[in-house]
Nanobody, 115 residues
């Protein structure tokens, strides 16, 4: 049974940084592409970034140049480094496979960007 646990969210001022972590209960990063998703209140969940099993990365235009996705396969941990945060980045952030697997959604971690 795969379990994904996100952490690292919080309240940060515009222009600040946060690093999110996602720990998987099983070694899966060498097999599956993994993504970070976010959902703001009243909006649909969107893909923010993903990393393939070979390590290639891809980003949504809204975060390109500001966010960096990475992973530590030995530690079964996925990261999202978020710099130059904007109020519009405020959302719940979730990790999952890419494409997403419905049964793998976790609780997510809340990121709030506000002065």
């Amino acid at each position: 049974q795969v379990q994904l646990v996100e952490s690292g969210g919080g309240l940060v001022q515009p222009g600040g940084s946060l690093r999110l972590s996602c720990t998987a209960s099983l070694s899966m990063f060498r097999i599956y592409a993994m993504g970070w998703y976010r959902q703001a209140p009243g909006k649909q969940r969107e893909l923010v970034a993903y990393i393939t099993s070979r390590g290639s990365t891809n980003y949504a235009d809204s975060v390109k140049g500001r966010f960096t996705i990475s992973r530590d396969s030995a530690e079964n941990t996925l990261y999202l480094q978020m710099n130059s945060l904007k109020p519009e980045d405020t959302a719940g952030y979730y990790c999952n496979t890419h494409p997403a697997t419905e049964k793998y959604w976790g609780q997510g971690t809340q990121v709030t960007v506000s002065s």
